[in-house]
């Protein structure tokens, strides 16, 4: 629910000024003295306004002195605010520019070697095979059982090192393994890997890849087996067909030669991927298909055919936490009916595929699909979803208990500072209207769950109205005198003068309504993202 933690920094100071991350010295001043007329208290004739004017103008000037000393944007870029107030404030210790950028380089060693650390990379899967006629023959339920882990290392800047290890059980028989990869990186665009494994596959190996070209990388292996001493090569060539597609060509020569010509695609809400083999004394086709209904589920559809395999699998899998999704699979084939379940949560898996039966009786198949469908539906819809939608609401009526108070000053703020505003927004409107130019004619800022009920009544919710604020005068305010508008990339919206984070904790969007040429128009914006005015493509 914490979006700040994840989204990009605050640069609270660029929005205050209406100005790029990446604004020149020039325009940082241009804007200070533009801002600083407005809200000069000497300009402020109601005495009631005086304080508000006066807590602005010391806002615009603290943003100002920042944003132009040159060391201090380095430091406020980097660290933000908690950098200029903790061990890089600018005092007798750092007062010197070449002192400031050599605790700038220490601090960026230490964060290069704390994201070193951070590299420490677990990963495992258990696999637990269970069988339903194993179970009605009186064998038990269990069919077998594997396990593998490995834990990759950032060593060093180029080098990681991997240590892996696999047991599999297969009723009464079973064994074990061990792997040791050290990958380098020779450059930029090349790569070496040395592997070496014992147990159930013996063997010594080493792998090297290069991007020969902007679309085009290349991987080679070599392969010694400890066992029967053969000699496996292995090549690959993959290509960008697209902004969204690569395909590829494997080609392998040893005890078990074959070449294979594989694609894949990824788009926003969907991906594909297949793949043609062709061995000596065998051949085998996949493919598989995968759409995102939404950020938090998905459906699943996988096809296989050939000399060993013929099967049919469908399923969809859920996001149930920040690092842990479900998956359930259901899998017909020449080898029987299956279900499959799985659970990810970071690098480890947990899969549990259930023998049903090994005969294809339609009756039993389409049972097999059509009950843990219908219990999957039935329990979203009455237990799984209103337990979610209760606990979120739960949530979100903590955080506002929590930050009502300082939401609250937020809001009072913002109101002080459209009033100092209004004179100067409302004859910008009413220019644009002369002219038939752009003119705000509502706009909202805040929760994203609280926009999309926007158009419901909202006199009596006074929970959803405080999710979001009224925006519509800001936004004329900063409406340049040739009818454009433009926020900038990368830059919190709340922090925009006469905006206030009406939310805190939760995702957050911009609604806009305008005019412009005596057409009507409407656009919905994420917090970070650009916002340019008018445009033809938010035409109604």
């Given at each position: 629910?914490?979006?700040?933690?994840?989204?990009?920094?605050?640069?609270?100071?660029?929005?205050?000024?209406?100005?790029?991350?990446?604004?020149?010295?020039?325009?940082?001043?241009?804007?200070?003295?533009?801002?600083?007329?407005?809200?000069?208290?000497?300009?402020?004739?109601?005495?009631?306004?005086?304080?508000?004017?006066?807590?602005?103008?010391r806002r615009i000037c603290e943003a100002y002195e920042i944003l132009s000393d040159e060391n201090k944007r380095k430091i406020?870029?980097?660290?933000?605010?908690?950098?200029?107030?903790?061990?890089?404030?600018?005092?007798?210790?750092?007062?010197?520019?070449?002192?400031?950028?050599?605790?700038?380089?220490?601090?960026?060693?230490?964060?290069?070697?704390?994201?070193?650390?951070?590299?420490?990379?677990?990963?495992?899967?258990?696999?637990?095979?269970?069988?339903?006629?194993?179970?009605?023959?009186?064998?038990?339920?269990?069919?077998?059982?594997?396990?593998?882990?490995?834990?990759?290392?950032?060593?060093?800047?180029?080098?990681?090192?991997?240590?892996?290890?696999?047991?599999?059980?297969?009723?009464?028989?079973?064994?074990?393994?061990?792997?040791?990869?050290?990958?380098?990186?020779?450059?930029?665009?090349?790569?070496?890997?040395?592997?070496?494994?014992?147990?159930?596959?013996?063997?010594?190996?080493?792998?090297?890849?290069?991007?020969?070209?902007?679309?085009?990388?290349?991987?080679?292996?070599?392969?010694?087996?400890?066992?029967?001493?053969?000699?496996?090569?292995?090549?690959?060539?993959?290509?960008?067909?697209?902004?969204?597609?690569?395909?590829?060509?494997?080609?392998?020569?040893?005890?078990?030669?074959?070449?294979?010509?594989?694609?894949?695609?990824?788009?926003?809400?969907?991906?594909?991927?297949?793949?043609?083999?062709?061995?000596?004394?065998?051949?085998?086709?996949?493919?598989?298909?995968?759409?995102?209904?939404?950020?938090?589920?998905?459906?699943?559809?996988?096809?296989?055919?050939?000399?060993?395999?013929?099967?049919?699998?469908?399923?969809?899998?859920?996001?149930?936490?920040?690092?842990?999704?479900?998956?359930?699979?259901?899998?017909?084939?020449?080898?029987?009916?299956?279900?499959?379940?799985?659970?990810?949560?970071?690098?480890?898996?947990?899969?549990?595929?259930?023998?049903?039966?090994?005969?294809?009786?339609?009756?039993?198949?389409?049972?097999?699909?059509?009950?843990?469908?219908?219990?999957?539906?039935?329990?979203?819809?009455?237990?799984?979803?209103?337990?979610?939608?209760?606990?979120?609401?739960?949530?979100?009526l903590e955080n506002m208990e929590r930050t009502s108070a300082k939401v609250k000053e937020a809001r009072a703020a913002a109101?002080?500072?459209?009033?100092?505003?209004?004179?100067?927004?409302?004859?910008?409107?009413?220019?644009?209207?002369?002219?038939?130019?752009l003119v705000i004619t509502k706009a909202l800022y805040g929760s994203v769950k609280a926009l999309k009920k926007r158009d419901?009544?909202?006199?009596?919710?006074?929970?959803?109205?405080?999710?979001?604020?009224?925006?519509?005068?800001?936004?004329?305010?900063?409406?340049?005198?040739?009818?454009?508008?433009?926020?900038?990339?990368?830059?919190?919206?709340?922090?925009?003068?006469?905006?206030?984070?009406?939310?805190?904790?939760?995702?957050?969007?911009?609604?806009?309504?305008?005019?412009?040429?005596?057409?009507?128009?409407?656009?919905?914006?994420?917090?970070?993202?650009?916002?340019?005015?008018?445009?033809?493509?938010?035409?109604?």
């Amino acid at each position: 629910m914490n979006e700040e933690a994840d989204g990009p920094p605050n640069r609270e100071l660029y929005a205050l000024l209406h100005i790029s991350p990446d604004a020149s010295d020039d325009e940082i001043r241009k804007s200070y003295r533009q801002w600083a007329q407005i809200y000069h208290p000497d300009k402020i004739q109601a005495p009631h306004m005086k304080e508000a004017a006066t807590e602005n103008f010391r806002r615009i000037c603290e943003a100002y002195e920042i944003l132009s000393d040159e060391n201090k944007r380095k430091i406020y870029d980097i660290y933000g605010m908690e950098g200029l107030n903790s061990g890089l404030e600018l005092g007798t210790k750092l007062s010197k520019a070449e002192e400031i950028k050599e605790e700038l380089e220490k601090l960026r060693k230490l964060r290069e070697q704390q994201k070193t650390a951070e590299h420490f990379l677990p990963s495992g899967t258990i696999l637990a095979r269970m069988s339903l006629p194993h179970l009605l023959r009186g064998h038990g339920f269990m069919r077998g059982m594997a396990m593998t882990s490995s834990v990759q290392s950032q060593i060093s800047k180029h080098n990681t090192l991997s240590i892996g290890g696999n047991v599999v059980v297969n009723g009464n028989s079973g064994g074990g393994g061990a792997t040791l990869v050290f990958g380098h990186q020779l450059s930029p665009v090349s790569s070496i890997e040395f592997v070496g494994s014992t147990g159930l596959n013996s063997l010594l190996g080493v792998q090297t890849s290069r991007h020969l070209s902007q679309h085009l990388s290349a991987t080679m292996g070599l392969a010694l087996s400890l066992k029967d001493g053969s000699l496996n090569l292995s090549n690959m060539w993959t290509r960008r067909l697209s902004e969204t597609a690569s395909g590829n060509i494997e080609l392998a020569l040893g005890s078990d030669s074959s070449i294979a010509i594989g694609w894949d695609k990824k788009e926003e809400n969907s991906s594909a991927s297949g793949q043609l083999k062709l061995g000596i004394s065998s051949f085998e086709a996949s493919a598989n298909y995968t759409h995102r209904f939404s950020k938090k589920s998905h459906g699943h559809l996988e096809g296989k055919i050939g000399s060993h395999a013929l099967l049919i699998e469908v399923g969809g899998g859920r996001k149930i936490s920040k690092f842990s999704d479900v998956r359930m699979l259901y899998s017909i084939g020449i080898q029987g009916i299956s279900w499959k379940f799985e659970l990810h949560r970071g690098g480890q898996k947990l899969i549990v595929p259930i023998l049903l039966s090994r005969y294809l009786d339609p009756v039993f198949a389409t049972g097999a699909f059509l009950i843990p469908t219908s219990v999957y539906f039935l329990a979203k819809k009455f237990i799984v979803k209103p337990y979610i939608l209760k606990r979120e609401k739960q949530k979100a009526l903590e955080n506002m208990e929590r930050t009502s108070a300082k939401v609250k000053e937020a809001r009072a703020a913002a109101d002080k500072a459209k009033l100092l505003l209004q004179n100067v927004a409302n004859r910008k409107q009413r220019k644009q209207q002369e002219i038939g130019g752009l003119v705000i004619t509502k706009a909202l800022y805040g929760s994203v769950k609280a926009l999309k009920k926007r158009d419901e009544p909202i006199e009596s919710v006074d929970e959803l109205a405080s999710q979001f604020i009224d925006v519509a005068l800001p936004l004329n305010f900063l409406v340049s005198d040739d009818g454009q508008l433009k926020l900038h990339e990368g830059v919190k919206k709340s922090g925009i003068m006469g905006f206030c984070d009406p939310c805190p904790g939760e995702p957050k969007q911009l609604y806009v309504e305008y005019t412009n040429g005596g057409n009507f128009y409407e656009v919905v914006v994420d917090d970070y993202a650009e916002l340019l005015l008018p445009q033809e493509t938010h035409r109604i």
